[in-house]
């Protein structure tokens, strides 16, 4: 997330590439092309709240994913009644 709160400044571009790898292979993607980024200004508080959301989701579905394995389910939470 790019933010005013990052010391990132409207007016400031970004360059990136992003690289693949499997095993010994490296693969740029797009192919051999380095994405420029202009930041326009400050992000909203919805932007940077997202982070956050996710991650609380996250949490839930792995907790949510373990007990559904538990064989000893408290009796009073069982899933689909």
Known sequence: MLS???GIS???K???SVFL???DKTTQVP???EITTLVTGKTGI???TIPLYALS???LAVRA???YFNPNQNSDFVVGQ
Do not use: C, F, W
Request: hydrophobic letters at 25%.
């Open 65 to 67: 994913g373990s007990e």
């Open 46 to 48: 919805i932007i940077d």
């Open 31 to 33: 192919y051999n092309t």
């Open 10 to 12: 409207a007016g400031t």
């Open 4 to 6: 005013e709160q990052q």
């Open 14 to 16: 970004i360059k990136y």
């Open 21 to 23: 790898r499997y095993g």
């Open 57 to 59: 989701g996250v949490l």
